[in-house]
């Protein structure tokens, strides 16, 4: 009995020992927070009240496709939400075997394999990639300067977007890297190091290197130093996904929609499924467990996929800075997005999907999202900001608040600066009159309407530009003239319509005799009219996104066209000087060959200076 | 020229011939509307609107009366100066009545005594996002006058083409083709945006108003909707004067 009642004491006061101790573990496991300061524990309590998933789940795809989210914490994942559906036809559910795609955030397996191959030593940052590259790869280069991959991390290469697509939907179409590359290479619009400008040609290229200097194909490269180190076998990243046979069962599950003002509220775009030639870029796909597991591997201490700690260290120091200050805008490729905290990632986007990578290193705190959704979706795009918080911009001030007024209007350097798609960049510019004006908060820091951060640009030429993320505007005095000369040369073509439809009412009343000044004029017609539709037919091809550019054969036909634009108007030109000067003209048929001169002239100008003509290197 | 501008005063005066005449009709209501609209906008444009419907009938039924179709059989011009001054007076009443109507908008704004341009403002500002248009608030009341003054110089256009091929008789078919046109043209806009709107996948479709949305507002952006008002003019005026040249092979190879 004695005994007994010992041991019960005994038992008491170990469990008590047990509970005192295990007590603030336990509470400091609750008290756990996201950088925002929300409690681990609340966290899905949260998602229903922020986004009302509830609600919505009484119908989720009135409200969204196809959702995912993990938070994580370290290696532990704290948050895990799986909502709507990846086929809404077959009412296939959103669930950890759901494949997605990941779109540009497969650009980072590049810069890490980049820098596994520099803590190697067998990569230079600094050293110019053609030393890299076999003699005679980059054939379109204006500019001597070397081209490093740092600059090919920081986007600033100097290549403008690709004009020529670089995704198929037919498999058998898809070529090597290094073909596809020499493809699609775009021109070269400014000078290395000095503009930052989005480029998946460049992203690709950094790939081809890793490739060239590994010796092995990227595909297999992006395995064996990254996937299999992680444990990620639920990934792909070969373009057609012939590199995991089970990724590519699962992407036949998915669908793509978007949004619709009328119900059903999702508009089905079907499977999409689109093999992207420049594969390193975007073509990455797995489950959303693999994307937080990779997401996991950047915060932890161990730094799995460098034989160095530091090396990673590195990797998140920052590359490319806002203005004079030391506040990151990218860092080796990495986004670098200020909230509560820095955080780091890439987000990413395929005719199929949108995914989004951020975490915090300090804090060790991470979310990954992947939908299925290709229009914008506010509710999901609000999650980045309800984890991490909001950034208080006053932080960085040095104290100063002075204006600097912003106004004119600039052009976005991720556009198509170079060959016969620059008129497009004209087409959506900056209108900087109706934003308010810039606040300098640190040298070389602004910031707009007091959220957006702008780095001042600094650029050779002197032109006012500022950074924006991974790509920068830039201002453009002379932006009023092009467009007009671009609003003037379709004008002209319309007008060549009516004079065509003219001619041929006038021909068969017997009332239109053609001569050779009248032929070379109406061939003049002619051709600016297909010129004009060559170029609406290429706006067309721009704004289709399923195509990320023009088909090459449509670019070559483009540029032909363009070509016998020049040399049919320089023709209707001469020919109408030639009846001005001819005796025979009286006053009207001299007005209107000045006119017809003038028209032509205006067409020349606009071919020639928007380089509709250049389907080569671009 | 001479003959030409001849030509327009006599039927200027014809409009004035009778003691409650269709030019003092229009001058009443041009007045009233000007009055009007600068209390309350959008009735400028309406006013501009119901011009160019009834602009040419009008002025067609009055020359019938007059006989003025016969004018170069009685007078000392030709059937091409005919054309020209017709085409011509009507192009003119237009393009005066638009210029006067961008004035009387300008004073409308300063004065804003209706609060349109107030509210305009917050609509334009929260559809700036939406739609990236850069026209503030007079570019865009400045741009639906453009608009409507295009849309009239079309309209009026093909109704004299109709006059000058088949004569009078022609006018009121044309009429009625025009109304009908019109008609159509808001019903497949109308349809246009709900296909859109809707589950439908129409590729062409959306490339289409996808082009046309990127020139829209491409135009839009300098000076302020000018360059969109000027394009929408020039092929407005450059229809006219293709229409007054067809119309004077048509008119010279009628037989009256």
Known sequence: ?618 | MKNILNIMRLDLTAMRAKRFSLGKAFLIMFVLSLVLGVLFPPLIIAFLFALSLTAVPAFIDIEDKNGGEMTFAVLPVTRKQNVIARYGLITIVQTVTGAVSFIVLKIAQILDISGMFRVTSELNSSLSDVLDLKINDYGIFALIVCLTLAYGLFYSALQLGGYFKRGKGSTKKSTARGVFILVLVYVAVAAVFIIEASSLNVQILHSALMVLATLFTALSAPFNGALLCIFALGCAYGFVFYKAACSVIDYESREL
Not at chain 1, 196 to 220: H, K, P, Q, R
Not at chain 1, 264 to 278: A, E, H, N, Q
Not at chain 1, 428 to 453: K, S
């Open chain 1, 1 to 618: 009995m004695k005994n007994t009642l010992k041991r019960c004491i005994s038992a008491l006061l170990a469990a008590g020992t047990l509970l005192a101790l295990a007590a603030p573990t336990a509470m400091a496991e609750d008290e756990r927070r996201t950088p925002s300061g929300i409690k681990f524990a609340d966290l899905e309590k949260k998602f229903d009240d922020e986004f009302n998933f509830d609600k919505y789940a009484t119908d989720p795809v009135e409200y969204y496709a196809g959702f995912e989210a993990v938070v994580f914490c370290g290696d532990e994942i704290v948050y895990e939400g799986y909502f709507g559906e990846t086929d809404r036809e077959r009412h296939i559910p959103c669930g950890e075997d759901s494949v997605f795609e990941w779109g540009s955030i497969s650009k980072t397996m590049t810069w890490v394999s980049a820098m596994q191959l520099w803590e190697q030593g067998r990569l230079d940052l600094d050293a110019d990639i053609r030393d890299y590259l076999p003699d005679g790869f980059l054939r379109y280069l204006r500019y001597d300067e070397p081209i490093t991959m740092q600059n090919l991390m920081d986007h600033t290469g100097g290549w403008c977007e690709t004009t020529y697509n670089i995704s198929t939907t037919d498999s058998s179409k898809l070529t090597t890297l290094a073909e596809a590359l020499q493809e699609t290479e775009p021109a070269q619009v400014n000078r290395p190091g000095e503009v930052v400008s989005y480029s998946n040609w460049g992203a690709a290229l950094a790939a081809y290197v890793v490739e060239c200097v590994s010796g092995m194909d990227y595909a297999d490269y992006v395995h064996e130093n990254i996937f299999d180190r992680l444990g990620m076998e639920h990934t792909s990243i070969a373009a057609d996904f012939s590199d995991n046979e089970w990724v590519r069962e699962q992407r036949d599950n998915l669908c793509s929609y978007t949004f619709n003002v009328l119900p059903p509220k999702y508009k089905s775009d079907g499977k999409r499924i689109s093999y992207i030639k420049l594969y390193p870029c975007g073509s990455a796909a797995g489950t959303i467990r693999d994307l937080a597991t990779y997401a996991q591997a950047f915060v932890s201490d161990d730094a799995p996929l460098f034989e160095h700690r530091e090396t990673q260290e590195k990797l998140f120091s920052g590359s490319l800075f806002y203005g004079n200050t030391d506040i990151p805008l990218s860092s080796y490729g990495f986004g670098v997005t200020e909230y509560k905290v820095r955080t780091f990632g890439h987000d990413g986007a395929t005719v199929a999907c949108r995914s989004n990578m951020i975490f915090d290193r300090e804090s060790k705190v991470g979310m990954v999202t992947l939908t299925n959704e290709t229009s914008t979706n506010l509710v999901i795009e609000g999650i980045p900001k309800m984890i991490f918080g909001s950034c208080d911009l006053e932080k960085y001030s040095d104290g100063s608040s002075e204006e600097r007024s912003f106004d004119g209007y600039y052009l976005i350097s991720r556009s198509n600066r170079g060959g016969l798609l620059r008129f497009t960049s004209c087409l959506t510019p900056v209108c900087a009159d109706r934003q308010p004006d810039l606040v300098r908060v640190n040298d070389g820091l602004y910031t707009i309407g007091g959220e957006l951060m702008l780095g001042e640009g600094r650029r050779s030429d002197g032109r006012e530009s500022f950074m924006l993320g991974a790509m920068e505007i830039d201002r453009d005095k002379a932006y009023p003239a092009e467009i007009s000369l671009l609003a003037l040369y379709f004008i002209i073509a319309i007008g060549s319509v009516f004079v065509l439809m003219y001619k041929v009412k006038a021909a068969r009343r017997g009332r239109y005799s053609l001569t050779a000044v009248g032929a070379a004029q109406t061939a003049g017609q002619l051709i600016k009219l297909i010129s004009a539709a060559a170029a609406i037919v290429l706006i067309a091809y721009v704004g289709r996104e399923a195509s990320y550019g023009v088909p090459k054969a449509v670019g070559v036909v483009d540029g032909i066209v363009n070509l016998v634009c020049i040399a049919v108007c320089a023709g209707a030109a001469t020919a109408s000087l030639i009846g001005i000067v001819s005796k025979k003209s009286d006053k009207w048929a001299k007005l209107r060959g000045a006119v017809n001169i003038a028209a032509n002239a205006a067409v020349i100008a606009a071919v020639l200076y928007f380089e509709m003509y250049r389907f080569w290197g671009c």
